[in-house]
């Protein structure tokens, strides 16, 4: 079993939509999420970073953890042409090991 | 704060031929990490170092592929000899503690022909 997988294909949403983007790990004990945005021909960057059970807001952008479940969803809202990416999910893929697992990632098409 | 530096940006080599990548990351981060992201894949972790010491090397084809970090700053990656499969972009990316996730490099796009 991956320690991080997101299964769905390029998703396209008009902007000013909701796009929506699930994750699931493997690790009961996993503690820390994060998504990373990664532009064509670029290098991922950071855009959140969720710790607790629930939700986690920063703008347009909300993730969400869902322990008992073990997923993790990161919605963007109010979608803009500039947030055409794809969006990597990443945990810490062992305890003590301070690295992450990435997932394969979800390929985001806002259409103006 | 100034990001974490790679050179070169992009290389393009013939098979059987070596190349090699530099990475500087950002200063006061102590751990230093090698991926591979291969078109349409998630980063794979090829190394990690904690100042200079390996941590994990464990899906480093060692056969290969091979990395130094000197005086726990600068690190390079070698391949020697380079197969086609080695084609992907190789992004160096360092941390101060994990909880704050990692500062990627904008990466070395390695072509293999």
């Known amino acids: 079993q991956k320690e991080v997988e997101q299964n769905s294909g390029p998703l396209s949403v008009p902007e000013g939509a909701i796009a929506s983007l699930n994750c699931t790990y493997s690790?009961?004990?996993?503690?820390?999420f994060f998504w990373y945005r990664q532009y064509s021909g670029k290098s991922p960057e950071l855009i959140m970073f969720i710790y607790s059970n629930g939700d986690k807001e920063d703008g347009r952008f909300t993730a969400q953890l869902n322990k008992a479940s073990q997923y993790v969803s990161l919605l963007i809202r109010d979608s803009q042409p500039s947030d055409s990416a794809t969006y990597l999910c990443?945990?810490?893929?062992?305890?003590?090991?301070?690295?992450?697992?990435f997932g394969k990632g979800n390929q985001v098409v806002v259409i103006p | 704060e100034a990001g974490v530096a790679q050179s070169p940006r992009y290389k393009i080599i013939e098979k059987r031929q070596s190349v090699a990548f530099w990475c500087n990351p950002i200063?006061?981060?102590?751990?230093l990490y090698w991926y591979q992201q291969i078109l349409g894949q998630g980063p794979k972790l090829l190394i990690q170092?904690?100042?200079?010491?390996?941590?994990?090397d464990s899906q480093l084809p060692k056969d290969r592929f091979s990395a130094e970090r000197l005086k726990g700053v600068d690190s390079t990656l070698k391949i020697q000899p380079a197969k086609l499969e080695d084609s992907a972009v190789y992004l160096c990316?360092?941390?101060?503690?994990?909880?704050?996730?990692?500062?990627f490099g904008s990466g070395t796009r390695l072509t293999v022909v």
């Open positions: 990316a360092s941390s101060f503690d994990l909880s704050s996730g990692y500062t």
């Open positions: 690790d009961r004990g996993s503690q820390s």
């Open positions: 990443a945990v810490p893929a062992s305890r003590g090991n301070n690295r992450l697992a």
């Open positions: 200063s006061g981060h102590a751990t």
């Open positions: 170092f904690q100042n200079n010491g390996v941590v994990d």
